[in-house]
């Protein structure tokens, strides 16, 4: 050996070349931004329009019942008949001014609501449709009486009948649930 010291291999050049550019990496990740923005703003906007609208609009209501046979006119007794033929505005003969009365407009009912709360937690439906986990806080519903039934395994269901009046809140908060024995 030498007494003379080998200089050092050289790591680094004097001509530094950058690395190659990722923009096909960032034009990915700034379609994946966008995409989030876009999803987010079409999810506020849907749940603005939720909120915006009128309690009678998305009151839950159940299904409707088969239609009631039609109705005699109080005020006459008679049943209305549809006239067919020409006008003639100087006959005035009683049978054929029989004109069928308009149909009374019909007011909307105001939604009723209903708060419900159970120890333990259960699953909700009511009147046969799933509503979600207790608690629930004003569910929108017809006025009237509805079937309430909590269920969760491991416990018994139970079953309630509530009536709840136009515009009026029914809390039920003191449900209990009794747990299945083995």
Same mark, same amino acid.
């Given at each position: ?10 790591v680094?050049?004097d ?10 990496h960032?034009?990915?990740v700034?379609?994946?931004?966008? #995409?989030?923005?876009i999803?987010?703003? @079409? &999810? ?13 609009? /998305? ?5 409707p ?8 006119s ?6 209305a008949?549809?006239?067919t033929?020409?006008?003639n505005?100087?006959?005035v ?9 308009p149909?009374?407009p019909?007011?909307p ?7 419900i ?5 259960a699953? #909700?439906s009511?009147?046969?449709?799933? @509503? &979600? ?9 017809t006025?009237?009486?509805? /079937? ?8 018994q269901?139970h ?7 136009a515009?009026g809140t ?13």
């Amino acid at each position: 050996m030498s007494g003379e010291r080998q200089p050092l291999p050289r790591v680094l050049d004097d001509e530094w070349e950058p690395p190659q550019s990722n923009r096909g990496h960032r034009a990915v990740v700034a379609a994946f931004i966008g #995409l989030a923005l876009i999803v987010s703003c @079409v &999810g506020l906007v849907r749940s603005f329009e939720r909120v915006s609208r009128s309690d009678a609009e /998305h009151a839950w209501a159940p299904p409707p019942r088969a239609a009631a046979p039609p109705v005699m006119s109080a005020d006459t007794g008679v049943p209305a008949r549809r006239l067919t033929g020409t006008l003639n505005h100087f006959d005035v003969s009683e049978e054929d001014e029989m004109l069928e009365s308009p149909p009374a407009p019909r007011r909307p009912r105001l939604a009723g609501y209903l708060s419900i709360n159970s120890s333990p937690w259960a699953e #909700l439906s009511v009147d046969g449709h799933a @509503v &979600g986990s207790t608690p629930q806080i004003r569910i929108r519903v017809t006025p009237g009486r509805h /079937h309430l039934i909590l269920m969760r395994s491991g416990f018994q269901p139970h079953s309630a009948w509530v009536t709840v009046p136009a515009g009026g809140t029914v809390r039920l908060t003191d449900i209990t649930l009794a747990a299945l024995t083995r």
